[in-house]
């Protein structure tokens, strides 16, 4: 009985270095556990702080009036810039994605993922510094300029996102439909982005609430704005919430300063509303493809 | 390698495929000759009408491995013909080299020639597309399109351009499967719902539904239960005459009740490698009453290994 590693009759206690073994265990769980809470602290933090100080601007005036009481004209301005952005790189995004999952094989194919993964890690800065110098250097600021920089920062958020939820359609629709002689493009079309346009939708929303709150290109490429009045016309410098915020931030009136906490406890607001939307949009289209 | 000569097609009975031969359907013309076309043509055909396929000593490779080994037979037309064999032989791979379904898979590479009516479907002006529009597959696993029953049979016709009286090729269709009755109050409820037999057999409608010339079976029983399975056999009976069938089954008796030749294959060692290779094929009675060779009489005796 003694000649074994452990004696199999004793009870039922940690023996050998089981005692050890367990502390460590349990310190790398706590650790987890406490990098896990501090995450949601750090939100939580910042959720309530922009609350507690924003909240005293927001009124009706201040959500539809000009300047110098309100930033409707802002609202607006930067719902116009991230539609302009959304239609540019939603489409290219998307096909991009089909190209990954559906067309391209092998080496390009990581290639390209490789290139997404940098644009993504792009500071934010040199994409409007870029955009500066291609669309606004010796022009001026446009809105279809900050569409473009707000672009370049959604693409790869699209075309990931989208790629992600294309590989979970099962191989096997493919098959099917290979094996109907029907080519792979009107597969793409009606077999594999239908089952897919809850997680493409996830995929773009996400990239909107990004690109939504995106300032350092609009410094560059659409600044100088009054933000009087609504002015829409693309070709034209159109007032925005970051910019805005930025502005307010700098003034040295404690009610400028209240004013930007309320524009971003505005803006907070709808990218929280945009992710959450798209995370149940996420979920409901992942449990339709597992059923 | 076993050559052509030792593996003679099988003698076909000349009897008619069953009593009452099933209406056959107004068939849509596909483009491209056939062999009788050929023969109209004055020109000399390269095979005997009545082969489908003719595979002349094919090898499959993923990549450096051999996976099937000097296969070569004849399939005739009209008739079901059973591939049988081990797990890991290469029946699968070879019923999916018949439309090109392997062309996906990475590193496959096919030597030898696989003619379809006499025409190299690897011969490189070939579209593979057009391969799989005349010669169907359905696979082992029910893979209905997450649609509407409905919409999973009129699917391919309409992407093919075959809109004309689509309502009447999906109940054709279904009715082909034996599936009509059963659905035919709930066309518009998804297919996903249905059983996996139910399923299994609306693949088949779905593939029959734009009339392809050949139906490739992978092992389309293996996941049911055996009365679904039942309900197939009898499906592939009345299919029979209007298609030209392969079947790929693990499922001897299944074999035996349905085909009129089968093909047995097995592992043999090429290159000191075991590789799946074509032991033998004969007309069904033949290889389950006398087959000529010792491992397939182990095999159809249960004796295998």
Same mark, same amino acid.
């Given at each position: 009985?003694?000649e074994?590693?452990?004696?199999?009759?004793?009870?039922?206690?940690?023996?050998?270095?089981?005692?050890?073994?367990?502390?460590v265990?349990?310190?790398?769980?706590?650790?987890?556990?406490?990098? %896990? +809470?501090? !995450?949601?602290?750090? @939100? *939580? =933090?910042?959720?309530?702080?922009?609350? /507690? $100080? &924003?909240?005293?601007?927001?009124?009706?005036?201040?959500l539809?009036?000009?300047?110098?009481d309100?930033?409707?004209?802002?609202?607006?301005?930067?719902?116009?810039?991230?539609?302009?952005?959304?239609?540019?790189?939603?489409?290219?995004?998307?096909?991009?994605?089909?190209?990954?999952?559906?067309?391209?094989?092998?080496?390009?194919?990581?290639?390209?993922?490789l290139?997404?993964?940098?644009?993504?890690g792009?500071?934010?800065?040199?994409?409007?510094?870029?955009?500066?110098?291609?669309?606004?250097?010796?022009?001026?600021?446009? %809105? +279809?300029? !900050?569409?473009?920089? @707000? *672009? =370049?920062?959604?693409?790869?958020?699209? /075309? $990931? &996102?989208?790629?992600?939820?294309?590989?979970?359609?099962?191989?096997?629709?493919?098959?099917?439909?290979?094996?109907?002689?029907?080519?792979?493009?009107?597969?793409?079309?009606?077999?594999?982005?239908?089952s897919?346009?809850?997680?493409?939708?996830?995929a773009?929303?996400?990239?909107?609430?990004?690109?939504?709150?995106?300032?350092?290109?609009?410094?560059?490429?659409?600044?100088?704005?009054?933000?009087?009045?609504?002015?829409?016309?693309?070709?034209?410098?159109?007032?925005?919430?970051?910019?805005?915020?930025?502005?307010?931030?700098?003034?040295?009136?404690?009610?400028?300063?209240?004013?930007?906490?309320?524009?971003?406890?505005?803006?907070?607001?709808?990218?929280?509303?945009?992710?959450?939307?798209?995370?149940?949009?996420?979920?409901?289209?992942?449990?339709?493809?597992?059923? | 390698?076993?050559?052509?000569s030792?593996?003679?097609?099988?003698?076909?009975?000349?009897?008619?495929?069953?009593?009452?031969?099933?209406?056959?359907?107004?068939?849509?013309?596909?483009?491209?000759?056939?062999?009788?076309?050929?023969?109209?043509?004055?020109?000399?055909?390269?095979?005997?009408?009545?082969?489908?396929?003719?595979?002349?000593?094919v090898?499959?490779f993923?990549?450096?491995?051999?996976?099937?080994a000097?296969?070569?037979?004849?399939?005739?037309?009209?008739?079901?013909?059973?591939?049988?064999?081990?797990?890991?032989?290469?029946?699968?791979?070879?019923?999916?080299?018949?439309?090109?379904?392997?062309?996906?898979?990475?590193?496959?590479?096919?030597?030898?020639?696989?003619?379809?009516?006499?025409?190299?479907?690897?011969?490189?002006?070939?579209?593979?597309?057009?391969?799989?529009?005349?010669i169907g597959?359905?696979?082992q696993?029910?893979?209905?399109?997450?649609?509407?029953?409905?919409?999973?049979v009129?699917?391919?016709?309409?992407?093919?351009?075959?809109?004309?009286?689509?309502d009447?090729?999906?109940?054709?269709?279904?009715?082909?499967?034996?599936?009509?009755d059963?659905?035919?109050?709930?066309?518009?409820?998804?297919?996903?719902?249905?059983?996996?037999?139910?399923?299994?057999?609306?693949?088949?409608?779905?593939?029959?539904?734009?009339?392809?010339?050949?139906?490739?079976?992978?092992?389309?029983?293996?996941?049911?239960?055996?009365?679904?399975?039942?309900?197939i056999?009898?499906?592939?009976?009345?299919?029979?005459?209007?298609?030209?069938?392969?079947?790929?089954?693990?499922?001897?008796?299944?074999?035996?009740?349905?085909?009129?030749?089968?093909?047995f294959?097995?592992?043999?060692?090429?290159?000191?490698?075991?590789?799946?290779?074509?032991?033998?094929y004969?007309?069904?009675?033949?290889?389950?009453?006398?087959?000529?060779?010792?491992?397939?009489?182990?095999?159809?005796?249960?004796?295998?290994?």
């Amino acid at each position: 009985m003694s000649e074994g590693p452990f004696d199999p009759a004793a009870p039922l206690r940690p023996t050998g270095n089981l005692r050890r073994r367990r502390v460590v265990s349990q310190v790398a769980e706590y650790g987890a556990t406490a990098a %896990a +809470v501090l !995450a949601v602290g750090v @939100l *939580a =933090i910042v959720i309530y702080t922009v609350l /507690a $100080r &924003g909240a005293g601007a927001i009124s009706f005036d201040f959500l539809v009036k000009g300047e110098p009481d309100g930033i409707g004209p802002m609202l607006v301005g930067t719902a116009e810039i991230v539609a302009i952005g959304t239609l540019i790189a939603a489409p290219i995004g998307v096909l991009i994605a089909i190209y990954l999952t559906e067309f391209g094989g092998g080496r390009l194919s990581g290639f390209v993922r490789l290139t997404l993964d940098l644009i993504n890690g792009l500071p934010s800065i040199i994409i409007g510094l870029f955009v500066f110098g291609l669309l606004v250097n010796h022009h001026k600021q446009s %809105a +279809v300029a !900050a569409a473009v920089a @707000l *672009a =370049i920062i959604m693409l790869p958020i699209v /075309a $990931r &996102g989208t790629q992600e939820v294309l590989a979970l359609v099962p191989e096997s629709m493919r098959e099917a439909s290979d094996a109907l002689g029907v080519s792979r493009w009107r597969s793409v079309l009606t077999v594999i982005l239908p089952s897919a346009t809850g997680g493409i939708l996830t995929a773009t929303i996400l990239a909107v609430a990004r690109a939504a709150g995106e300032t350092a290109p609009l410094i560059l490429v659409d600044s100088v704005f009054d933000g009087k009045e609504v002015s829409l016309n693309p070709f034209e410098v159109v007032p925005n919430i970051p910019v805005k915020i930025f502005r307010l931030s700098e003034e040295a009136n404690p009610e400028a300063i209240t004013q930007a906490w309320g524009a971003g406890l505005v803006l907070l607001s709808f990218i929280m509303i945009a992710g959450l939307g798209a995370r149940a949009l996420l979920a409901r289209s992942k449990a339709r493809m597992a059923g | 390698m076993t050559e052509m000569s030792e593996i003679a097609p099988p003698s076909w009975p000349t009897r008619p495929p069953s009593a009452t031969p099933p209406p056959v359907p107004t068939r849509v013309r596909i483009q491209g000759d056939t062999a009788a076309d050929a023969l109209a043509a004055g020109r000399r055909p390269s095979l005997p009408v009545e082969s489908v396929f003719e595979v002349g000593d094919v090898s499959v490779f993923y990549g450096a491995k051999r996976a099937l080994a000097g296969v070569s037979l004849r399939i005739p037309r009209s008739r079901i013909t059973a591939l049988i064999g081990p797990s890991g032989c290469g029946k699968s791979t070879f019923i999916r080299s018949l439309n090109r379904m392997n062309d996906s898979v990475p590193g496959f590479r096919l030597e030898g020639s696989v003619l379809y009516h006499g025409h190299d479907i690897y011969a490189s002006k070939v579209d593979r597309v057009e391969v799989r529009r005349r010669i169907g597959m359905v696979f082992q696993k029910p893979n209905p399109f997450p649609k509407s029953i409905y919409d999973n049979v009129a699917w391919a016709p309409r992407n093919l351009g075959l809109r004309q009286g689509l309502d009447e090729r999906v109940e054709q269709a279904l009715r082909g499967a034996a599936l009509w009755d059963e659905v035919k109050d709930r066309l518009k409820s998804s297919a996903l719902g249905l059983s996996g037999g139910q399923q299994q057999r609306l693949c088949i409608a779905r593939a029959i539904a734009i009339e392809p010339d050949v139906l490739l079976l992978d092992e389309p029983a293996s996941a049911l239960d055996p009365i679904a399975t039942a309900s197939i056999e009898e499906l592939m009976h009345s299919l029979k005459g209007r298609f030209t069938i392969v079947i790929v089954t693990h499922n001897m008796q299944q074999a035996a009740r349905v085909a009129d030749g089968t093909a047995f294959f097995g592992l043999e060692a090429v290159d000191g490698e075991p590789t799946g290779t074509l032991i033998e094929y004969a007309d069904t009675e033949t290889i389950f009453g006398a087959p000529a060779d010792p491992r397939t009489r182990d095999y159809v005796t249960g004796r295998f290994g």
